[in-house]
Structure formats: C-alpha cells, structure tokens
C-alpha cells in the first residue's frame, strides 16, 4: 500500500478531490501555491520549502522554534483581560475573549517565557495573532512589562516577537496607554544596560509598531513581513496616491534604514544568540558555536 492510499478514505474517486484530504493535513503556501502536509511546513518552522515564503507562525510552535526544550518558566500565565468599559460592538467584549480563548488556548494575545536560546538565557515575549489579531490591551502591557521586570532581575536579554494588528479597541484608552508602560518598561531595561531584541514578523501594526516594536537596540524582520502603523488601503485612499510597489514590507523598510536587518526565519535562534553575544561582549555559548 502507497503514502498515498494510507491518507485518502477509501470511497474517495480520485487523488485530487479535497473533500477527501481531512481538514488540516494539507496547507497551500499562498505565494506560490504549493501543497505541504501541515505537519512538515510546521517542523519546517512554516517557511516554504518551494519559494522560502514565511508563513504565519502561532505563538507557541515559535517559542518552541526559538527556546531550548528545556529550562522553561511561563511568566504572568494566569493574568486574564477584564472588560472594564462594557464594550460592545456586534459582540460583547467577554464574547470575544471566549472566542479567542476557545480558538488559541490562550488568555491573551502575549505569552512571555524565561529560557534559553541555544543554552544562553533569555526572557522572550511572543504575541499570538490568532488571539484577536494580536492585539495589545491591558493583559498584554502587564505581560511585557513583568517579562521586562524578570530580565532585568535575573541580568538577561529580553526578546520581543511582534505579530499584531496594534491596540485593541474594545479596551479603549487603557489600550493606548500600553504604550507608554511597555517603553517605559524597556527604558528600565537600558538603564541596567542589557540588550533588547525586537523581531518584527507579518504583520506588525499599530500601536505596537508605534511603541515598542521598533525600540530594540536591534529591530530584525523575517522576510516579507508586513510592518507599518496603517495599513497600505488606509495610506492611499488618505494621500490619494498610489503607493511605491513593496511598500511597507521588510525589505522596502530596510532599504529606507528603518530596521536594522532580515533574517529568515530558520537562522533566527542562532542569529540572535549572535548579536546578543556581540552586545554583551562576552563569548557564545558552547551549543551556539558553529
């Protein structure tokens, strides 16, 4: 018996009829089409092995991309958002996070974890974009900040990954002002002179490219990303002009010297164990040494 006849039921008439294929086996690269089994793409760290398109990445198979399966500690894990404000659009703010909840396994939109990095210790601070677009309300910025707090108890770099649409509007002006407490967070950091990482992935948006996204002594994206405060519709239906092809992704932003550097997705950990070392002014960890 082929691969072939092992996934497919067998009252299924042809190889190519997709109502046979279970959901969630096969993902198509939207860039070039190409079919991947979900399992493969994933421990391919959901780079397209075809065209090198990088995929989004939930929150959780990253972390486990960038940290060392062991030591791990999970920081502010059990703090959940509150609907202070009552807010409701065509749902109930509650409502929302019931859904998102249900969907990610999340409590938000940010997890921050104490590891390593090819043995070097760090804390990083991942967001999920699967948890309402990512977005940064009050559970976020207390996240961040207690993650900043940790790192800066224990001397360690702090590394922030970005995927996010910017501030969430059903938390109103305490949305906003994650912002200023996640900047003055990371100023606390600088002061004790310990290296910030932020890598920027598809998409970094709002709010949080406007604060603390593009605050790290070293700002990195993954290729193709898709950074900015507005989004390109917003931009030109605003200016009324049409806008310079690639506008807004990783390698216009670097070209124009607002981020410092693109690195795919795969040489990442070893990359920012790199530059972390380099700022430090101290050796590599042995595991990090090519």
């Known amino acids: ?35 991947h089994f979900s399992d493969e793409l994933l421990a391919g760290a959901m780079v397209c092995n075809k065209c ?46 019931k859904i998102a909840q249900k969907a990610t396994g999340e ?13 070097m210790p760090v ?27 940790v790192a800066v108890k224990h001397k360690l770099p702090f590394i922030s990954v970005a995927a996010s649409g910017g ?13 200023a407490k996640t900047t003055a967070a990371l100023g606390d950091l600088a002061k004790h002179r310990l290296p910030y990482i932020s890598v920027l992935t598809d998409p970094t948006m709002g709010g949080v490219s406007a604060s603390f996204a593009f605050m790290g002594d070293i700002v990195i994206a993954e290729p193709g990303a898709l950074i900015g405060f507005a989004g390109p519709r917003v931009i030109e239906q605003t200016v009324r002009e049409k806008l310079p092809e690639g506008f807004q992704r990783a390698e216009f932003l670097l070209e124009k010297g607002a981020i410092d550097m693109i690195v795919p997705r795969l040489q990442m ?9 380099l700022l430090q002014n101290r050796p590599a960890p042995a595991a990090a040494v090519a």
């Open 107 to 119: 409590n938000d939109a940010l997890i921050v974890v104490q590891g390593c990095i090819r043995k």
């Open 1 to 35: 018996m082929s691969w072939l006849s092992k996934i497919i039921s067998p009252g299924i008439q042809g190889a190519g009829d997709k109502k046979g294929v279970a959901e969630g086996l096969w993902a198509k690269c939207p860039a070039c089409n190409a079919a």
């Open 167 to 179: 501030a969430r509007m059903q938390e109103g002006l305490q949305s906003l002002m994650q912002m």
């Open 269 to 277: 950990p070893e990359r920012i164990v790199q530059i972390v070392t």
């Open 52 to 97: 090198g398109h990088h995929l989004r990445m939930g929150a959780r198979a990253r972390i486990n991309h960038l940290l060392d399966e062991k030591p791990r500690r999970e920081i502010a894990g059990d703090i959940i958002p509150v609907d202070s404000l009552k807010f409701k659009d065509s749902k109930k703010y509650p409502d929302r996070l």
């Open 123 to 149: 804390v990083l601070a991942v967001f999920e974009f699967e948890f309402m677009g990512g977005s940064m309300g009050a559970v976020v910025g207390e996240k961040f900040a207690r993650g900043v707090a």
